[in-house]
Protein backbone atom coordinates (compact mmCIF):
# COMPACT_ATOMS: atom_id res chain seq x y z
CA UNK A 1 0.00 0.00 0.00
CA UNK A 2 0.79 3.51 -0.43
CA UNK A 3 0.48 5.93 1.88
CA UNK A 4 -0.21 9.54 0.10
CA UNK A 5 -0.32 12.61 2.17
CA UNK A 6 -2.05 15.26 0.06
CA UNK A 7 -0.58 19.32 2.02
CA UNK A 8 -1.62 23.00 0.81
CA UNK A 9 1.83 24.88 0.78
CA UNK A 10 1.76 28.70 1.80
CA UNK A 11 5.28 29.71 1.84
CA UNK A 12 6.10 32.79 3.53
CA UNK A 13 8.54 35.10 2.18
CA UNK A 14 10.52 38.24 2.65
CA UNK A 15 8.89 41.24 1.26
CA UNK A 16 11.16 44.42 0.14
CA UNK A 17 10.31 47.52 1.90
CA UNK A 18 11.10 50.20 -1.34
CA UNK A 19 11.29 54.07 -0.93
CA UNK A 20 10.27 56.12 -3.15
CA UNK A 21 11.52 59.74 -3.29
CA UNK A 22 9.98 62.74 -5.47
CA UNK A 23 11.97 65.53 -6.03
CA UNK A 24 10.04 68.74 -7.48
CA UNK A 25 12.04 71.34 -9.32
CA UNK A 26 10.32 74.82 -9.07
CA UNK A 27 10.06 78.39 -7.92
CA UNK A 28 9.49 79.18 -4.46
CA UNK A 29 8.66 76.04 -1.76
CA UNK A 30 6.58 73.11 -2.96
CA UNK A 31 4.49 71.37 -0.55
CA UNK A 32 3.51 68.11 -0.83
CA UNK A 33 -0.05 66.68 0.12
CA UNK A 34 -0.33 62.49 0.37
CA UNK A 35 -3.03 60.59 0.23
CA UNK A 36 -3.92 56.60 0.14
CA UNK A 37 -6.06 54.91 -2.28
CA UNK A 38 -7.05 51.18 -1.59
CA UNK A 39 -8.55 47.92 -3.03
CA UNK A 40 -8.98 44.41 -2.63
CA UNK A 41 -9.54 41.58 -4.91
CA UNK A 42 -10.89 38.31 -2.23
CA UNK A 43 -12.79 36.03 -4.51
CA UNK A 44 -15.77 33.95 -2.71
CA UNK A 45 -16.28 30.32 -4.07
CA UNK A 46 -19.77 30.84 -3.20
CA UNK A 47 -19.82 33.63 -6.07
CA UNK A 48 -17.77 32.76 -8.75
CA UNK A 49 -18.34 35.83 -11.04
CA UNK A 50 -17.57 38.47 -8.90
CA UNK A 51 -14.05 39.26 -10.82
CA UNK A 52 -13.82 43.17 -9.60
CA UNK A 53 -11.62 44.95 -6.90
CA UNK A 54 -13.58 46.18 -4.14
CA UNK A 55 -12.33 49.68 -3.23
CA UNK A 56 -11.31 49.90 0.55
CA UNK A 57 -10.37 53.73 1.10
CA UNK A 58 -11.53 54.70 4.02
CA UNK A 59 -14.23 57.46 3.23
CA UNK A 60 -13.33 60.99 2.86
CA UNK A 61 -13.85 64.58 2.15
CA UNK A 62 -17.39 65.57 1.18
CA UNK A 63 -18.72 62.23 0.75
CA UNK A 64 -18.32 61.16 4.50
CA UNK A 65 -20.98 63.45 6.16
CA UNK A 66 -24.27 63.69 5.51
CA UNK A 67 -24.07 62.81 1.96
CA UNK A 68 -22.71 59.51 2.50
CA UNK A 69 -25.77 57.48 1.32
CA UNK A 70 -25.83 59.91 -1.95
CA UNK A 71 -22.14 59.27 -2.64
CA UNK A 72 -22.95 55.13 -2.29
CA UNK A 73 -26.03 55.07 -4.60
CA UNK A 74 -23.99 56.60 -7.56
CA UNK A 75 -20.27 54.98 -6.61
CA UNK A 76 -19.32 58.49 -6.35
CA UNK A 77 -15.83 58.11 -4.14
CA UNK A 78 -14.57 61.31 -3.01
CA UNK A 79 -11.14 61.34 -0.90
CA UNK A 80 -10.19 64.68 0.44
CA UNK A 81 -6.20 65.87 -1.19
CA UNK A 82 -5.49 68.15 2.29
CA UNK A 83 -5.23 71.06 -0.15
CA UNK A 84 -6.04 74.00 1.57
CA UNK A 85 -5.68 77.90 0.67
CA UNK A 86 -7.70 81.11 -0.43
CA UNK A 87 -9.57 82.44 -3.54
CA UNK A 88 -10.50 85.74 -4.02
CA UNK A 89 -13.58 85.76 -6.36
CA UNK A 90 -14.54 88.10 -8.73
CA UNK A 91 -18.11 88.96 -9.85
CA UNK A 92 -18.30 88.05 -13.40
CA UNK A 93 -20.73 86.01 -14.53
CA UNK A 94 -19.33 84.07 -17.09
CA UNK A 95 -18.58 80.29 -15.73
CA UNK A 96 -15.19 81.83 -15.59
CA UNK A 97 -11.84 81.50 -14.09
CA UNK A 98 -12.98 84.27 -11.26
CA UNK A 99 -15.84 82.23 -10.13
CA UNK A 100 -16.32 78.73 -8.56
CA UNK A 101 -14.10 76.85 -11.25
CA UNK A 102 -12.27 73.36 -11.25
CA UNK A 103 -10.40 72.65 -14.32
CA UNK A 104 -9.44 68.72 -14.19
CA UNK A 105 -6.79 66.47 -15.58
CA UNK A 106 -7.26 63.64 -18.33
CA UNK A 107 -6.89 60.12 -17.38
CA UNK A 108 -3.62 58.71 -16.92
CA UNK A 109 -2.14 55.22 -16.06
CA UNK A 110 -0.33 54.16 -13.18
CA UNK A 111 2.04 51.36 -12.85
CA UNK A 112 1.76 48.65 -9.87
CA UNK A 113 4.40 46.60 -8.78
CA UNK A 114 4.14 43.76 -6.51
CA UNK A 115 5.68 43.88 -3.06
CA UNK A 116 9.15 41.20 -4.21
CA UNK A 117 9.36 43.45 -7.53
CA UNK A 118 8.41 40.59 -9.71
CA UNK A 119 5.20 41.80 -11.27
CA UNK A 120 4.03 45.04 -13.28
CA UNK A 121 0.41 45.67 -13.68
CA UNK A 122 -1.18 48.99 -15.37
CA UNK A 123 -3.77 50.53 -13.27
CA UNK A 124 -5.84 53.52 -14.94
CA UNK A 125 -7.14 56.60 -13.01
CA UNK A 126 -9.98 58.81 -14.34
CA UNK A 127 -10.84 61.83 -12.53
CA UNK A 128 -14.37 61.45 -12.52
CA UNK A 129 -15.06 64.89 -10.26
CA UNK A 130 -13.94 66.93 -7.67
CA UNK A 131 -15.72 68.73 -5.00
CA UNK A 132 -14.58 72.29 -2.94
CA UNK A 133 -15.73 74.21 -0.14
CA UNK A 134 -15.05 78.07 0.09
CA UNK A 135 -15.85 80.01 3.42
CA UNK A 136 -16.33 83.70 3.75
CA UNK A 137 -12.80 84.19 5.56
CA UNK A 138 -14.22 87.80 7.00
CA UNK A 139 -17.64 86.45 7.55
CA UNK A 140 -18.87 89.75 6.01
CA UNK A 141 -20.23 88.50 2.89
CA UNK A 142 -23.78 87.07 1.59
CA UNK A 143 -24.56 84.01 3.20
CA UNK A 144 -25.18 81.55 -0.26
CA UNK A 145 -21.97 83.13 -1.84
CA UNK A 146 -22.05 81.08 -5.38
CA UNK A 147 -24.21 80.72 -7.97
CA UNK A 148 -26.74 77.05 -7.19
CA UNK A 149 -27.56 76.74 -10.72
CA UNK A 150 -26.23 74.60 -13.31
CA UNK A 151 -22.60 74.50 -13.82
CA UNK A 152 -21.04 74.16 -17.01
CA UNK A 153 -19.47 70.98 -18.62
CA UNK A 154 -20.37 69.33 -15.26
CA UNK A 155 -23.48 68.20 -13.51
CA UNK A 156 -23.82 68.97 -9.93
CA UNK A 157 -23.93 66.01 -7.56
CA UNK A 158 -23.82 67.71 -4.39
CA UNK A 159 -24.20 70.92 -2.96
CA UNK A 160 -25.07 73.23 0.43
CA UNK A 161 -27.03 75.47 -1.04
CA UNK A 162 -29.71 75.16 1.56
CA UNK A 163 -27.34 76.08 4.26
CA UNK A 164 -26.66 80.16 4.18
CA UNK A 165 -23.77 79.63 5.84
CA UNK A 166 -21.69 81.97 4.07
CA UNK A 167 -20.17 79.14 2.75
CA UNK A 168 -20.58 77.61 -0.80
CA UNK A 169 -19.76 73.35 -1.04
CA UNK A 170 -19.87 72.00 -4.52
CA UNK A 171 -19.04 68.14 -5.66
CA UNK A 172 -18.77 68.45 -9.67
CA UNK A 173 -19.35 65.10 -11.89
CA UNK A 174 -17.77 66.02 -15.39
CA UNK A 175 -19.93 65.24 -18.44
CA UNK A 176 -17.02 63.26 -20.18
CA UNK A 177 -16.75 60.49 -17.95
CA UNK A 178 -13.69 61.68 -16.92
CA UNK A 179 -12.28 61.00 -20.57
CA UNK A 180 -10.81 64.08 -21.51
CA UNK A 181 -9.88 67.45 -19.89
CA UNK A 182 -12.85 69.46 -18.61
CA UNK A 183 -13.55 72.64 -16.75
CA UNK A 184 -16.48 73.15 -14.37
CA UNK A 185 -17.73 76.42 -13.78
CA UNK A 186 -20.80 78.10 -12.00
CA UNK A 187 -22.28 81.28 -13.21
CA UNK A 188 -21.11 83.65 -10.47
CA UNK A 189 -19.04 83.92 -7.32
CA UNK A 190 -19.76 86.75 -4.85
CA UNK A 191 -16.58 88.86 -4.72
CA UNK A 192 -14.88 88.58 -2.00
CA UNK A 193 -11.77 86.59 0.08
CA UNK A 194 -12.97 82.53 0.71
CA UNK A 195 -10.93 79.88 2.61
CA UNK A 196 -10.21 76.97 0.46
CA UNK A 197 -10.93 74.53 3.33
CA UNK A 198 -11.57 71.50 1.50
CA UNK A 199 -10.59 70.42 -1.91
CA UNK A 200 -11.37 66.07 -3.09
CA UNK A 201 -10.97 64.45 -5.75
CA UNK A 202 -13.82 61.75 -6.84
CA UNK A 203 -12.30 59.14 -9.02
CA UNK A 204 -12.73 55.88 -11.01
CA UNK A 205 -9.61 53.34 -11.20
CA UNK A 206 -9.81 50.75 -14.27
CA UNK A 207 -8.05 47.94 -12.24
CA UNK A 208 -6.01 44.90 -14.04
CA UNK A 209 -7.50 42.03 -14.28
CA UNK A 210 -6.91 40.02 -11.24
CA UNK A 211 -7.20 36.27 -12.25
CA UNK A 212 -3.96 37.30 -13.99
CA UNK A 213 -2.33 38.68 -10.56
CA UNK A 214 -0.34 36.31 -8.02
CA UNK A 215 -1.70 36.89 -4.61
CA UNK A 216 -0.07 39.76 -3.20
CA UNK A 217 -0.16 43.43 -2.72
CA UNK A 218 0.73 45.64 -5.50
CA UNK A 219 1.83 49.54 -4.93
CA UNK A 220 2.01 52.47 -7.47
CA UNK A 221 2.35 56.24 -6.93
CA UNK A 222 1.03 59.07 -9.19
CA UNK A 223 1.11 62.81 -8.44
CA UNK A 224 -0.84 66.03 -9.43
CA UNK A 225 -0.52 69.53 -9.18
CA UNK A 226 -2.89 71.91 -8.11
CA UNK A 227 -2.37 75.55 -8.83
CA UNK A 228 -4.43 78.67 -9.74
CA UNK A 229 -4.40 80.36 -13.71
CA UNK A 230 -1.43 80.11 -15.65
CA UNK A 231 0.65 77.94 -13.68
CA UNK A 232 0.08 74.58 -15.84
CA UNK A 233 -1.61 72.49 -13.17
CA UNK A 234 -3.60 69.10 -13.59
CA UNK A 235 -5.55 71.03 -11.42
CA UNK A 236 -7.27 74.60 -12.10
CA UNK A 237 -9.23 76.71 -9.72
CA UNK A 238 -8.87 79.53 -11.03
CA UNK A 239 -8.00 83.20 -10.73
CA UNK A 240 -6.52 84.75 -7.59
CA UNK A 241 -5.86 81.21 -6.13
CA UNK A 242 -2.80 81.07 -3.56
CA UNK A 243 -2.47 77.49 -1.83
CA UNK A 244 -0.75 76.16 1.40
CA UNK A 245 0.20 72.88 -0.81
CA UNK A 246 0.28 72.94 -4.34
CA UNK A 247 1.36 69.14 -4.94
CA UNK A 248 -0.67 65.44 -4.34
CA UNK A 249 0.54 62.31 -3.89
CA UNK A 250 -1.87 59.59 -4.51
CA UNK A 251 -0.14 55.98 -3.38
CA UNK A 252 -2.34 53.26 -4.71
CA UNK A 253 -2.25 49.69 -3.13
CA UNK A 254 -3.97 46.64 -4.46
CA UNK A 255 -4.41 43.84 -2.45
CA UNK A 256 -4.85 40.61 -3.84
CA UNK A 257 -6.06 37.26 -1.99
CA UNK A 258 -6.99 34.38 -4.43
CA UNK A 259 -9.02 31.59 -3.28
CA UNK A 260 -7.69 28.19 -3.20
CA UNK A 261 -9.75 25.16 -1.58
CA UNK A 262 -8.95 21.42 -2.34
CA UNK A 263 -11.72 18.84 -1.19
CA UNK A 264 -10.41 15.41 -0.54
CA UNK A 265 -12.61 12.42 0.00
CA UNK A 266 -12.23 10.42 3.18
CA UNK A 267 -9.28 8.05 2.94
CA UNK A 268 -7.22 9.88 0.68
CA UNK A 269 -3.88 9.42 2.57
CA UNK A 270 -4.11 5.73 1.87
CA UNK A 271 -4.24 4.08 -1.62
CA UNK A 272 -3.87 0.83 -2.40
CA UNK A 273 -2.57 -0.60 -5.64
CA UNK A 274 -4.22 -3.57 -7.41
CA UNK A 275 -4.35 -4.83 -11.24
CA UNK A 276 -7.68 -2.73 -13.08
CA UNK A 277 -10.87 -5.40 -12.38
CA UNK A 278 -8.94 -7.17 -9.68
CA UNK A 279 -6.35 -9.68 -9.09
CA UNK A 280 -8.73 -13.15 -10.38
CA UNK A 281 -7.12 -13.17 -13.94
CA UNK A 282 -3.43 -13.53 -11.68
CA UNK A 283 -5.09 -15.92 -9.02
CA UNK A 284 -7.21 -18.12 -11.39
CA UNK A 285 -5.31 -17.76 -14.84
CA UNK A 286 -1.94 -17.12 -13.59
CA UNK A 287 -1.85 -13.66 -16.25
CA UNK A 288 0.26 -10.78 -14.68
CA UNK A 289 -0.97 -7.64 -14.68
CA UNK A 290 0.49 -5.34 -16.80
CA UNK A 291 0.51 -2.42 -14.12
CA UNK A 292 -0.87 -2.07 -10.30
CA UNK A 293 -2.91 1.01 -9.83
CA UNK A 294 -5.25 3.45 -8.16
CA UNK A 295 -6.66 6.59 -9.01
CA UNK A 296 -7.54 9.48 -6.49
CA UNK A 297 -10.36 11.65 -6.93
CA UNK A 298 -10.26 14.88 -5.49
CA UNK A 299 -12.04 18.45 -6.15
CA UNK A 300 -9.71 21.82 -6.92
CA UNK A 301 -11.27 25.83 -6.50
CA UNK A 302 -8.89 28.20 -7.46
CA UNK A 303 -8.64 31.70 -8.73
CA UNK A 304 -5.23 32.18 -9.04
CA UNK A 305 -1.68 30.89 -9.94
CA UNK A 306 -0.50 27.85 -7.57
CA UNK A 307 2.62 25.45 -7.84
CA UNK A 308 2.48 21.64 -7.63
CA UNK A 309 5.36 19.62 -6.12
CA UNK A 310 6.31 16.37 -4.92
CA UNK A 311 8.23 15.25 -2.31
CA UNK A 312 8.94 11.17 -1.68
CA UNK A 313 9.42 9.42 1.72
CA UNK A 314 12.05 6.96 -0.92
CA UNK A 315 13.30 9.18 -3.56
CA UNK A 316 15.05 7.46 -6.61
CA UNK A 317 17.74 9.16 -8.46
CA UNK A 318 15.26 9.58 -11.47
CA UNK A 319 12.77 11.55 -9.39
CA UNK A 320 10.16 9.05 -9.13
CA UNK A 321 9.24 7.74 -5.69
CA UNK A 322 9.71 4.55 -4.90
CA UNK A 323 7.63 1.91 -2.31
CA UNK A 324 10.07 -0.97 -0.51
CA UNK A 325 9.10 -4.69 0.41
CA UNK A 326 8.65 -4.43 4.33
CA UNK A 327 8.16 -8.13 4.79
CA UNK A 328 11.66 -9.71 3.05
CA UNK A 329 14.10 -8.14 1.11
CA UNK A 330 13.67 -7.28 -2.53
CA UNK A 331 14.51 -4.36 -5.39
CA UNK A 332 12.73 -0.93 -4.41
CA UNK A 333 10.01 -0.44 -7.24
CA UNK A 334 9.30 2.91 -8.70
CA UNK A 335 6.27 4.89 -8.83
CA UNK A 336 4.55 6.63 -11.45
CA UNK A 337 2.35 9.64 -10.33
CA UNK A 338 0.22 11.89 -12.74
CA UNK A 339 -2.01 14.36 -12.16
CA UNK A 340 -4.98 15.86 -14.08
CA UNK A 341 -6.75 19.30 -13.30
CA UNK A 342 -9.52 19.73 -15.97
CA UNK A 343 -9.47 23.49 -17.22
CA UNK A 344 -5.87 24.67 -15.31
CA UNK A 345 -2.75 24.89 -18.03
CA UNK A 346 1.17 25.01 -17.86
CA UNK A 347 1.75 28.99 -17.59
CA UNK A 348 5.01 27.99 -18.78
CA UNK A 349 4.10 25.92 -21.74
CA UNK A 350 0.38 26.85 -21.87
CA UNK A 351 0.06 22.78 -21.72
CA UNK A 352 -3.10 21.33 -20.44
CA UNK A 353 -2.99 19.50 -16.77
CA UNK A 354 -3.79 16.31 -18.33
CA UNK A 355 -2.02 13.25 -17.32
CA UNK A 356 1.06 15.80 -16.02
CA UNK A 357 3.93 13.37 -14.52
CA UNK A 358 5.03 14.52 -11.40
CA UNK A 359 8.97 13.76 -10.23
CA UNK A 360 11.27 15.48 -7.32
CA UNK A 361 13.40 16.46 -9.94
CA UNK A 362 11.19 18.88 -12.11
CA UNK A 363 10.88 22.36 -11.86
CA UNK A 364 7.61 22.81 -10.16
CA UNK A 365 4.98 24.10 -13.02
CA UNK A 366 3.35 27.16 -12.19
CA UNK A 367 -0.30 25.98 -12.62
CA UNK A 368 -3.08 28.82 -13.51
CA UNK A 369 -7.03 28.84 -15.74
CA UNK A 370 -8.38 31.84 -17.60
CA UNK A 371 -11.48 31.88 -15.40
CA UNK A 372 -12.37 31.15 -11.74
CA UNK A 373 -12.43 27.26 -10.99
CA UNK A 374 -15.08 26.09 -8.15
CA UNK A 375 -14.84 22.28 -7.16
CA UNK A 376 -13.24 21.29 -10.36
CA UNK A 377 -13.37 16.80 -10.18
CA UNK A 378 -9.36 16.48 -10.71
CA UNK A 379 -7.35 13.20 -9.80
CA UNK A 380 -3.93 11.50 -8.99
CA UNK A 381 -2.89 8.40 -10.64
CA UNK A 382 -0.36 6.07 -9.04
CA UNK A 383 1.06 2.97 -10.65
CA UNK A 384 3.76 0.33 -11.02
CA UNK A 385 4.07 -0.64 -14.24
CA UNK A 386 5.91 -3.01 -16.64
CA UNK A 387 9.02 -4.92 -15.11
CA UNK A 388 8.21 -3.94 -11.74
CA UNK A 389 5.21 -5.27 -11.77
CA UNK A 390 6.83 -8.96 -12.54
CA UNK A 391 9.52 -8.07 -9.66
CA UNK A 392 6.88 -7.41 -7.33
CA UNK A 393 5.21 -10.78 -7.96
CA UNK A 394 8.26 -13.01 -7.66
CA UNK A 395 7.85 -12.19 -4.05
CA UNK A 396 4.10 -13.37 -3.23
CA UNK A 397 2.69 -12.08 -0.19
CA UNK A 398 4.84 -9.42 0.53
CA UNK A 399 4.19 -6.17 1.07
CA UNK A 400 5.35 -2.91 -0.34
CA UNK A 401 4.78 0.51 1.31
CA UNK A 402 6.28 4.01 1.12
CA UNK A 403 5.40 8.02 1.54
CA UNK A 404 4.26 10.70 -1.25
CA UNK A 405 3.62 14.45 -0.32
CA UNK A 406 2.40 16.31 -3.11
CA UNK A 407 2.33 19.99 -2.56
CA UNK A 408 -0.06 22.44 -3.45
CA UNK A 409 1.60 25.96 -3.25
CA UNK A 410 -1.21 28.45 -3.43
CA UNK A 411 1.27 31.33 -3.19
CA UNK A 412 4.21 30.34 -5.41
Known sequence: MIRVL???GQQRRLRRVLWALALVAGAGSAHAADIYISAE???DINDPDKREF?????????CNSVHLQSCINNNWWSIDTKIRGTKHGVHNANYGEDGFYIAMPPPRTVAVTSDDGGSTFELGVSIIGAAMRLTDEDRDGPLDPASTGRPRNCSMALTNGSAKNRSAMRMFIRNDGGQGVAACGLHWLHTNNYAITEFDLTYKLTTPAPLAMRSGVYRGTTTYRVGGSGEGADFNLGTGVELEDNIVNVHFELTVDHAFQLDLPPGSDRAVLAPKGG??????????????????PFSLSSSGQFEVSLQCQHPLADGRCAILNVTETADDVPLDIHLTLPGFRDSATGAEVVGMPLTTTMLPPVLAADVFIIRRASRLHFSVNGEAVHSMLDHPGSHYRGGVTVIFDAAP
Do not use: C, Y
Request: proline share 9%.
Open 54 to 62: TNTTPWSGV
Open 6 to 8: FSI
Open 41 to 43: FKP
Open 279 to 296: WSQWSDHGIAPKALEREM
